[in-house]
T-cell receptor
Framework: SQQGEEDPQALSIQEGENATMNCSYK?????LQWYRQNSGRGLVHLIL?????REKHSGRLRVTLDTSKKSSSLLITASRAADTASYFC??????????????FGKGTHLIIQP | DGGITQSPKYLFRKEGQNVTLSCEQN?????MYWYRQDPGQGLRLIYY???????QKGDIAEGYSVSREKKESFPLTVTSAQKNPTAFYLC?????????????FGQGTRLTVV
C-alpha cells in the first residue's frame, strides 16, 4: 500500500531557483527517505531522516520532518538543469519490530528550465 | 565495481508466456526487493526476501513468483496469470530488512507484452 504522497505532482522552475516538494504519510514511521529517479532509470538514494530528527542537510539538499503532522519536505537550493528528475519519498513504517520494506509515493516530477 | 544489475534492459513477451527477469547484486546485502512502476506512478512492492531461501509477498504478488537460492540473486518470473504485465520493473537490495537502511536500485527492466 502506498503511504507517502508527494506534492506537487509536477514542478517547473528556473535554473538557480529553489525547489520545494512535500510528502505526507499516514502511519507511524521509523524513518523517511528521499530518492531521485532520472527518466527510465533506477532510483538513487538521496537522504534518510529518522523519526527522532527534525532536519537534515546534504550538500544542496535540506530535508525536514514533522512527525506530528506526518509530513516531510525536500528543498533543493540553487537548482541546476541536471536536477531535472522525479523525486520520491519512501517511508519505513513502524510495524512493531518487523520490517516489510519501504513504501513509496507517486513522486514529484521536477523540471529545471535553463 | 559494486552494485546491483538487472537484465535484460528491455523484454518483450507474447501473451501467455512466462518470462524471468534477472537481478544480481555483489553488495553482500541480505535483503532484496522487486518493485513494479507504472507510468506516472510510484513503486509498488511485488516480493521481498530477507535471507536466502526465504521470501514474502508484497502488495501485488499475484501473477508473479520469485526464488532466492543464492544471496546474490533474486530472479522474478512474470507468469501468464499476470493480467497486465507491461510495466517497468525495479530490483533493489539493502543491507538487511532492519530499519534505517537505504535501498540500492538496479537500472530496471522494461517489460512489454506484444
Amino acid at each position: 500500500s502506498q503511504q507517502g504522497e508527494e506534492d506537487p505532482q509536477a514542478l517547473s522552475i528556473q535554473e538557480g531557483e529553489n525547489a520545494t516538494m512535500n510528502c505526507s504519510y499516514k502511519t507511524s514511521i521509523n524513518n523517511l527517505q528521499w530518492y531521485r529517479q532520472n527518466s527510465g532509470r533506477g532510483l538513487v538514494h538521496l537522504i534518510l531522516i529518522r523519526s527522532n530528527e527534525r532536519e537534515k542537510h546534504s550538500g544542496r539538499l535540506r530535508v525536514t520532518l514533522d512527525t506530528s503532522k506526518k509530513s516531510s519536505s525536500l528543498l533543493i537550493t540553487a537548482s541546476r538543469a541536471a536536477d531535472t528528475a522525479s523525486y520520491f519519498c519512501a517511508t519505513d513504517p513502524y510495524s512493531g519490530g518487523g520490517a516489510d520494506g519501504l513504501t513509496f509515493g507517486k513522486g514529484t516530477h521536477l523540471i529545471i528550465q535553463p | 565495481d559494486g552494485g546491483i544489475t538487472q537484465s535484460p534492459k528491455y523484454l518483450f513477451r507474447k501473451e501467455g508466456q512466462n518470462v524471468t527477469l534477472s537481478c544480481e547484486q555483489n553488495l553482500n546485502h541480505d535483503a532484496m526487493y522487486w518493485y513494479r512502476q507504472d507510468p506516472g506512478q510510484g513503486l509498488r512492492l511485488i516480493y521481498y526476501s530477507q535471507i536466502v531461501n526465504d521470501f514474502q509477498k508484497g502488495d501485488i504478488a499475484e501473477g508473479y513468483s520469485v526464488s532466492r537460492e543464492k544471496k546474490e540473486s533474486f530472479p522474478l518470473t512474470v507468469t501468464s496469470a499476470q493480467k497486465n504485465p507491461t510495466a517497468f520493473y525495479l530490483c533493489a537490495s539493502s543491507i538487511d530488512l532492519g530499519h534505517n537502511t537505504e535501498a540500492f536500485f538496479g537500472q530496471g527492466t522494461r517489460l512489454t507484452v506484444v
